[in-house]
């Protein structure tokens, strides 16, 4: 993110008339960019509005926890929150702490107006925002590089965070001081001398942990949130032996963005001589409310076959599977647009719903199940699961003919199984339609 400032020639005599105007800016179309902190421990990834990950109509900021990427240079990323950013079209510049807390400067275009400081907590929310001359006296104002859309009062700053409380110092190139409380969001202007905990942290020189800079990445052609979102869509963060694990009740199905997908390993009865159920399991990874349609019976996870095997995997696979499209542009919007009305099944910030999903069509075939001589009752999975959190939306898809994606689909339940009754008031699809789209028998 380069600022293009142009200074334009005139003749000696113009020039003398306006040697006190401003020069004029360029600003190139702002890109996506991200912020890291020292060590890289967390990095925000910002995305414009209406670009690449940001269908929005503001600035997306996808906030990462990093772990450390080894000599093989692994993306090894856990999303602690994403949330809009409060600018028109992007922030500046930012400063991320050691502790995830991260601080933007100025609006792109437009430097040193408001939006000039933005404190954000370690969950996405907004603790307070900041136009310049809310904490840079008037009669300070005067010392600040100007130009015809900007006032560039971080030109030659220092930035220093402090915890116990949190706090972030930045150091102004006239040697004045602004804290900022990053929980409260009071702040104060003073000169150096008094902030003695600053003068603390100062004196331990360069490349101490509080000291921090505005380290920027370009995110042009890729990012943690792109190759996450490429991961996702290549089944590659399946659990591809989650169904031999006998000790784990819950396999993971599909971790993404937005949610993870878990089907538990048991059978469930309702009523006699009607279907047998599965349990799934959607839990909200985000800070924000997650829309998840659960409208359409071959919309959603379900079991589509089942075989008995020795062994905690199919030992022959012969069933036929409906193809599922992934979602248009058209059902992107239209999804995003259900999130605000009631059609959606939502889940609260980190909180979990669990569905029940039929699979034997009229037929209870417990007698059955339990009488078999085999090992283990495996259930083949299928179909697709759309979900949104109002500003992005992702999709739980079964490719065919993936064999990273075999893994995840196949859930080996221990025989004899365990039955239970469908609780009363669950949430349970239902009301099958008939069976449009094509099917492909996979063997």
């Not at 069509?361 to 179909?383: C, M, P, T, V």
């Amino acid at each position: 993110m380069t600022t293009m400032r142009k200074f334009i020639l005139v003749p000696a005599f113009v020039t003398l008339c306006l040697s006190f105007s401003a020069p004029a800016d360029e600003w190139a179309a702002p890109e996506p960019v991200s912020f890291h902190s020292r060590g890289f421990g967390y990095v925000a990834e910002i995305f414009p509005p209406r670009s690449r990950q940001n269908s929005t109509e503001k600035p997306l900021c996808y906030f990462y926890e990093v772990g450390y990427p080894g000599t093989a240079w692994r993306v090894d990323a856990t999303l602690k929150w994403n949330a809009p950013l409060t600018n028109d079209v992007m922030p500046y510049e930012a400063v991320v702490s050691m502790q995830g807390r991260l601080v933007t400067f100025n609006d792109y275009g437009a430097v040193g107006y408001k939006n000039a400081v933005v404190i954000y907590s370690q969950t996405g929310s907004m603790v307070a925002r900041y136009q310049l001359n809310d904490f840079i006296p008037e009669g300070d104002t005067g010392k600040i590089e100007t130009s015809e859309s900007s006032r560039w009062w971080t030109k030659g700053a220092k930035y220093y965070f402090l915890e116990s409380p949190g706090r972030l110092f930045v150091v102004l190139s006239w040697g004045k001081v602004v804290e900022f409380n990053l929980d409260t969001g009071r702040h104060k202007y003073g000169p150096a001398a008094e902030f003695r905990d600053l003068d603390k942290a100062v004196a331990k020189g360069n490349s101490s942990n509080e000291e921090t800079e505005i380290w920027a990445t370009s995110l042009r052609f890729s990012s943690i949130t792109d190759v996450v979102e490429v991961k996702a869509k290549q089944g590659s963060q399946h659990l591809g032996n989650s169904g031999r694990r006998k000790d784990d009740k819950w396999p993971l199905v599909f971790e993404g963005r937005l949610a993870r997908v878990e089907v538990e390993r048991a059978l469930y009865e309702r009523r006699t001589d009607e279907d047998c159920f599965m349990a799934v399991r959607v839990t909200n990874v985000t800070n924000r409310r997650v829309g998840v349609d659960l409208r359409r019976f071959w919309k959603v996870i379900y079991p589509n076959s089942q075989g008995f095997s020795k062994m905690p995997a199919p030992e022959l696979i012969d069933e036929e599977r409906l193809i599922q499209e992934p979602m248009s542009a058209t059902e992107k919007k239209k999804l995003m647009k259900d999130y605000s009305g009631k059609g959606l099944a939502a889940i609260g910030p980190h909180g979990s719903i669990t569905y029940f999903r039929g699979f034997t069509f009229g037929h209870n075939l417990r007698k059955e199940i339990d009488s078999a001589s085999y090992e283990y009752l495996i259930i083949g999975l299928d179909g697709a699961l759309q979900m949104t959190d109002g500003l992005t939306t992702e999709e739980v898809i079964f490719p065919m003919n993936d064999r990273g994606a075999e893994g995840a689909r196949w859930v080996a339940i221990p025989l004899p199984a365990i039955w239970q009754t469908v609780p009363n008031n669950s949430l349970v699809v239902e009301n099958r339609p008939q069976v449009r789209g094509k099917r492909r028998r996979h063997s």
